[in-house]
């Protein structure tokens, strides 16, 4: 017997089948979970499907909105779009967590967006909060965002030009005891994003009645 | 046996004290072992305020690198998995200390900077060798016994490596550096006698009873695997090039 050993070593057939048996769980663990969530790779999708990978996130890097060299005006190649988008929140705290998304449409940089949404049912904006920003698509290390406005309205209208390419919109939250539909109202020169792609995870259908925006139930 | 039974009322002590300060370190939520084992968040903005020596926080900072480092703990608990004598076992981690000492002081004192995933990856390596050894592999496979002691000092020095590197990640302060890194040196190895000493009173219940030769393949099949994955986590993050 060698010093810090066994007593018995195992026979060479069951060395190799532990060592093997070893080798096969943990490469399972390091490509199913560590991967995903430490490093955003995911090369046989279990991440995805797991969900693991929404733990991993790139380090925001915060832009200055305040200021912009953007000449007045402005020329696209190609014309705009106008979209209505109707949004249904679950009243606050339910627990499906369906009082709260967000809506982003694709922009590239200096393109413009003109926009106005609403919420009818609440009587008091201070229970309706939004957060309106946008981001960089990546899948690097660093996320560069925007926040353009966070406060709490039943309401809002205005214009935004992109600060750079990446998804732009709106994170919507109700807070109040019952559940509201936000009506937002789009134009300009932008992209909207398919159901479940970044920016539009929610799965939002644009142009539908409220309540076919999930798809047909 | 009978080494075991004398020193028995003193290793309650300090099974008692070890216990009390890991109490102590998870109510304080000192606890951080989600990520890849460095040394962050405050402890890494109070290493990089402190100019001058302040030997017992740096101290305190080796301790707790330690005692919640699983590298190294799974590296200590493969080592003393078989070990019968508390000779040995004073041997082995002797050995196991001197080399990781070396290099951790060597490593801040002459700069040299080696890649932290590669070390860690290494160190998972050193894993995975001390599991298939505890299991007879190497003579069993390969036919060749490598010499264990040498393997514990030379994986010590790798050890050292990844304590070095986790410290100079740190812009530690020229002033006071020498008594400082003497000082997490003292820390590590404080840190490690506590973790020794839980270890070593669960191998004691546990050698006594009977299944033990076969649950003890097992633990060592598991301790191989998890070698396994800190070797290849380690890896992946080297090769992504993610920022250690």
């Given at each position: 017997?060698?010093?810090?050993?066994?007593?018995k070593p195992l026979p060479a057939g069951r060395m190799l089948a532990i060592t093997l048996g070893a080798l096969v769980v943990a490469s399972a663990i390091v490509f199913g979970a560590i991967l995903p969530a430490e490093f955003n790779l995911d090369p046989f999708g279990v991440g995805k499907v797991t969900g693991l990978s929404r733990l991993w996130a790139p380090r925001e890097v915060a832009f200055d909105t305040s200021a912009s060299?953007?000449?007045?005006?402005?020329?696209?190649?190609?014309?705009?779009?106008?979209?209505?988008?109707?949004?249904?929140?679950?009243?606050?705290?339910?627990?499906?967590r369906g009082d709260e998304l967000e809506y982003k449409v694709r922009m590239n940089k200096d393109a413009t967006l003109i926009y106005e949404w609403s919420v009818s049912e609440i009587p008091n904006p201070e229970e309706f909060y939004?957060?309106?920003?946008?981001?960089?698509?990546?899948?690097?290390?660093?996320?560069?965002?925007?926040?353009?406005?966070?406060?709490?309205?039943?309401?809002?209208?205005?214009?935004?030009?992109?600060?750079?390419?990446?998804?732009?919109?709106?994170?919507?939250?109700?807070?109040?005891?019952?559940?509201?539909?936000?009506?937002?109202?789009?134009?300009?020169?932008?992209?909207?994003?398919?159901?479940?792609?970044?920016?539009?995870?929610?799965?939002?259908?644009?142009?539908?009645?409220?309540?076919?925006?999930?798809?047909?139930? | 046996?009978?080494?075991?039974?004398?020193?028995?009322?003193?290793?309650?002590?300090?099974?008692?004290?070890?216990?009390?300060?890991?109490?102590?370190?998870?109510?304080?939520?000192?606890?951080?072992?989600?990520?890849?084992?460095?040394?962050?968040?405050?402890?890494?903005?109070?290493?990089?305020?402190?100019?001058?020596?302040?030997?017992?926080?740096?101290?305190?900072?080796?301790?707790?690198?330690?005692?919640?480092?699983?590298?190294?703990?799974?590296?200590?608990?493969?080592?003393?998995?078989?070990?019968?004598?508390?000779?040995?076992?004073?041997?082995?981690?002797?050995?196991?200390?001197?080399?990781?000492?070396?290099?951790?002081?060597?490593?801040?004192?002459?700069?040299?900077?080696?890649?932290?995933?590669?070390?860690?990856?290494?160190?998972?390596?050193?894993?995975?060798?001390?599991?298939?050894?505890?299991?007879?592999?190497?003579?069993?496979?390969?036919?060749?016994?490598?010499?264990?002691?040498?393997?514990?000092?030379?994986?010590?020095?790798?050890?050292?490596?990844?304590?070095?590197?986790?410290?100079?990640?740190?812009?530690?302060?020229?002033?006071?550096?020498?008594?400082?890194?003497?000082?997490?040196?003292?820390?590590?190895?404080?840190?490690?006698?506590?973790?020794?000493?839980?270890?070593?009173?669960?191998?004691?219940?546990?050698?006594?009873?009977?299944?033990?030769?076969?649950?003890?393949?097992?633990?060592?099949?598991?301790?191989?695997?998890?070698?396994?994955?800190?070797?290849?986590?380690?890896?992946?993050?080297?090769?992504?090039?993610?920022?250690?």
């Amino acid at each position: 017997m060698t010093e810090g050993q066994i007593s018995k070593p195992l026979p060479a057939g069951r060395m190799l089948a532990i060592t093997l048996g070893a080798l096969v769980v943990a490469s399972a663990i390091v490509f199913g979970a560590i991967l995903p969530a430490e490093f955003n790779l995911d090369p046989f999708g279990v991440g995805k499907v797991t969900g693991l990978s929404r733990l991993w996130a790139p380090r925001e890097v915060a832009f200055d909105t305040s200021a912009s060299t953007v000449p007045l005006a402005r020329e696209y190649p190609s014309g705009f779009r106008s979209d209505t988008i109707e949004i249904p929140l679950r009243r606050e705290g339910d627990p499906t967590r369906g009082d709260e998304l967000e809506y982003k449409v694709r922009m590239n940089k200096d393109a413009t967006l003109i926009y106005e949404w609403s919420v009818s049912e609440i009587p008091n904006p201070e229970e309706f909060y939004y957060d309106f920003h946008g981001h960089t698509l990546t899948n690097t290390k660093e996320m560069t965002v925007a926040t353009y406005k966070q406060a709490t309205a039943t309401s809002a209208n205005g214009a935004l030009t992109a600060p750079f390419d990446g998804v732009h919109g709106w994170f919507f939250q109700n807070q109040s005891v019952s559940p509201v539909v936000v009506h937002v109202k789009i134009s300009g020169f932008y992209e909207l994003i398919s159901p479940g792609d970044t920016g539009n995870e929610a799965g939002i259908i644009a142009n539908v009645p409220a309540d076919k925006a999930f798809g047909e139930k | 046996m009978a080494d075991f039974r004398r020193s028995h009322s003193f290793m309650t002590c300090w099974i008692a004290l070890s216990a009390s300060i890991l109490a102590l370190l998870i109510v304080h939520g000192e606890f951080n072992c989600a990520m890849a084992h460095g040394i962050g968040g405050k402890d890494a903005s109070f290493v990089a305020a402190t100019k001058g020596a302040d030997i017992l926080p740096f101290m305190y900072l080796g301790a707790k690198h330690m005692v919640t480092g699983y590298d190294h703990l799974l590296f200590i608990l493969g080592v003393i998995f078989f070990l019968y004598r508390m000779r040995d076992v004073v041997i082995y981690v002797t050995l196991f200390s001197i080399g990781h000492s070396i290099t951790l002081l060597a490593g801040v004192l002459l700069k040299i900077e080696v890649n932290s995933y590669l070390v860690d990856a290494v160190i998972g390596l050193s894993v995975v060798y001390k599991a298939f050894d505890n299991l007879g592999g190497f003579k069993s496979v390969f036919g060749v016994q490598p010499n264990n002691r040498i393997a514990v000092a030379s994986f010590g020095l790798i050890h050292g490596f990844g304590l070095a590197t986790k410290l100079q990640a740190l812009r530690l302060n020229a002033n006071g550096l020498v008594p400082n890194m003497i000082g997490f040196n003292v820390g590590v190895e404080l840190g490690q006698l506590i973790a020794l000493a839980i270890m070593l009173a669960i191998m004691l219940q546990w050698r006594r009873t009977a299944s033990f030769e076969r649950s003890a393949v097992v633990a060592n099949a598991l301790i191989l695997t998890a070698g396994f994955v800190l070797m290849e986590y380690q890896l992946a993050g080297y090769l992504v090039g993610a920022k250690a």
